[in-house]
């Protein structure tokens, strides 16, 4: 890991030195978070192939629950890699990337984004940044990199570095100053795995834009006010197909069992434990891989083990509880 100092942690000029752009990526390769600039808004970044390293991201956002992240990558070669393109895609890559539109897409096969970035769902939103400080810090990782705007949950995106050291200070290993974001609002969001295509947020690119490439996409954002319009709410997060039993101290022969920590109550038809050594951060980046491997036919439940409430237990609690909730009826009734 490089070593931080309160004089280097954050560069204090818009024309970021080579230097500075090779210590944020080693930050990142290392596992920490850099702030970066994009073209709409600072992000929080993290390398997006390291499980925990994005653990941490919601850790130092202190959000509340396991919400999506976008991947950011350097072109629309490397986002061939990770997810799958249609036509649809093709058209909108070629008109606005780079540049402040997020697609969601089906996570591909080969994809390398952690599971808890996606927040276990088949998809994976991705997005190619227009920003010159972005795309050089991506270039020289190599990697893709997910990244929230960088404030704290519930706060103000950052449209500056002043932003983000205000709002999340000393939860960045480094903050890249790359002067003020030249959008100001979040990307656009649109879902690509549904027909007609649906936008989730509105932001850097129009409705009437997107609508001239591949014809009017649904505004996911005018549902009645009944229904949900929060992206983060619609995005249905991954859901087990079966039952989960909250706060088990003991599990039945026909029950999966997800564990925490040293001591696992025994007799499990399966178990697997998001961390045998009870760290928080290393449950988070386990959770939604753990449970797909625990969600299978042969089995009749899934109970899971009491997890801390503190730190990114919160997280993971509401996750779990959600997961845990009665499913509503799917949707056509009266
Ligand atoms: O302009 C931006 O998009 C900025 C910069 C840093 O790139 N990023 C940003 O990220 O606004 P964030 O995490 O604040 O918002 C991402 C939104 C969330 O509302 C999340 O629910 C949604 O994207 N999202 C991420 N992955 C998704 C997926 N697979 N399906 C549906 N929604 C997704
Ligand atoms: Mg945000």
Redesign the pocket.
């Known amino acids: 890991m490089p070593q931080r100092s309160d004089a280097e942690a954050t560069t204090t000029h818009a024309d970021v030195s080579a230097a500075a752009v090779a210590e944020a990526a080693a930050w990142l390769r290392a596992g920490g978070l850099v702030a970066f600039p994009?073209e709409?808004?600072?992000?929080l970044g993290a390398d997006a192939t390291q499980p925990e390293a994005v653990a941490r991201i919601f850790e130092a956002k202190g959000r509340p629950r396991f919400?999506?992240?976008?991947a950011?990558v350097a072109d629309t070669e490397t986002a061939r890699a990770h997810a799958a393109f249609d036509s649809r895609a093709d058209a909108l890559a070629a008109a606005f990337w780079p540049g402040?539109l997020?697609l969601?897409l089906p996570r591909s096969a080969h994809c390398g984004v952690a599971k808890l970035a996606?927040?276990g769902?088949p998809?994976?939103?991705v997005?190619v940044?227009a920003h010159p400080v972005a795309q050089r810090l991506l270039r020289a990782l190599g990697r893709p990199v997910v990244?929230?705007?960088?404030n704290a949950s519930g706060r103000l995106?950052p449209t500056t570095a002043e932003h983000v050291r205000h709002s999340l200070g000393a939860r960045v290993d480094m903050i890249l100053d790359g002067g003020p974001c030249a959008v100001g609002v979040?990307?656009t969001?649109l879902?690509l795995t549904r027909t007609p295509a649906v936008i989730?947020?509105h932001?850097?690119i129009s409705r009437e834009a997107l609508a001239e490439v591949i014809g009017a996409p649904e505004d996911a954002t005018a549902a009645p006010a009944d229904r949900p319009s929060?992206?983060?709410q619609?995005?249905s997060h991954y859901a087990p197909g079966l039952p989960l039993r909250l706060n088990a101290r003991e599990v039945r022969p026909d029950e999966g069992l997800l564990a925490f920590g040293a001591d696992e109550p025994g007799g499990a038809a399966l178990t697997h434990n998001l961390s045998p050594a009870g760290d928080l951060r290393e449950a988070a980046a386990n959770l939604f891989a753990h449970l797909h491997a625990l969600d299978r036919p042969d089995l009749a439940g899934i109970a899971v083990v009491p997890i801390p409430a503190e730190g990114l237990g919160a997280a993971i609690n509401d996750r779990l509880r959600r997961a845990a909730a009665p499913r509503p009826a799917s949707s056509g009734g009266t």
């Open positions: 994009t709409t808004v600072y992000g919400n999506p992240l976008i950011h402040p997020t969601v996606s927040a769902l998809s994976l939103a997005r940044p990244a929230p705007s960088a995106s979040e990307s969001i879902d989730l947020r932001g850097g929060a992206p983060g619609l995005a």
